[in-house]
């Protein structure tokens, strides 16, 4: 495809459950992001991976968040005993080069509205 | 990663000029400024980014002073299309995750 793609686009868990996101990111690109964004705000920073690297796992809000990109492509976002506050929008996003390249602007896909009852 | 501020929201005419404003005074010498905008649903979108020199692309353009604590995002002849939430991001350019704050609103009313 040409661009990021995202699945589910909607997800509804009961709470407790454990959900899992995916990400199809731009063929060939090095980098990717995953962000949270709650209702009315801004995204917000969740992990990072170069190729199959998880290299910054910074803003993921606690254990429950675990992700994956095993082979450097597709990666999991996955969300175990989810919560009523993890209902939100996750983004993935992918750059072409690693962190270090210039002009690495991040492509978004459509994201994945999350609704935790 | 630099803070920014941007007034929450802005109207627009259609067909006129869009100046989206942004102040980043704690902007560091080699961090970039860059623009996203985000459309109802969907993902954020790269507008621009730039450095000290004024920059345009066919989307844009992107004004930002001299001292660097401020920029402006110009949409020349925005439309109807351009509704959507502006985020200015101070970021190094790693190209690394960037850190969205509130954005503008921004409104184009035919």
């Known amino acids: 495809g040409a661009g990021v793609s995202q699945s589910p686009r909607y997800k509804v868990a009961k709470r407790g459950q454990d959900v899992a996101l995916r990400c199809d990111p731009i063929?060939?690109?090095?980098?990717l992001f995953w962000y949270q964004q709650a209702l009315g705000q801004g995204p917000e920073f969740l992990t990072y991976f170069q190729n199959e690297a998880q290299l910054d796992k910074s803003g993921l809000p606690s254990d429950r968040f675990f992700a994956e990109r095993p082979e450097g492509s597709v990666s999991t976002l996955k969300i175990q005993r989810t919560q009523q506050e993890d209902s939100a929008v996750y983004l993935c996003?992918?750059?072409?080069?690693?962190?270090?390249?210039?002009?690495?602007?991040?492509?978004f896909g459509p994201g994945t509205r999350l609704t935790v009852l | 990663d630099a803070k920014t501020t941007q007034p929450p929201s802005m109207d627009c005419a259609e067909g006129r000029a869009a100046n989206l404003p942004c102040n980043h005074s704690?902007?560091?010498?080699?961090?970039?400024v860059y623009w996203y905008r985000q459309i109802h649903s969907q993902g954020p979108q790269y507008i621009i980014h730039g450095l000290k020199n004024n920059e345009t692309n066919e989307m844009a353009s992107l004004i930002i002073t001299e001292d660097r604590k401020s920029s402006t995002l110009i949409l020349p002849h925005a439309t109807l299309r351009d509704t959507a939430v502006y985020y200015c991001i101070g970021c190094y350019n790693q190209g690394g995750k960037l850190i969205f704050g509130q954005g503008t609103e921004l409104s184009v009313k035919p």
């Open positions: 704690t902007i560091s010498g080699n961090e970039y």
């Open positions: 996003a992918s750059s072409l080069g690693p962190l270090v390249r210039a002009n690495n602007e991040q492509f």
């Open positions: 063929s060939g690109h090095v980098s």
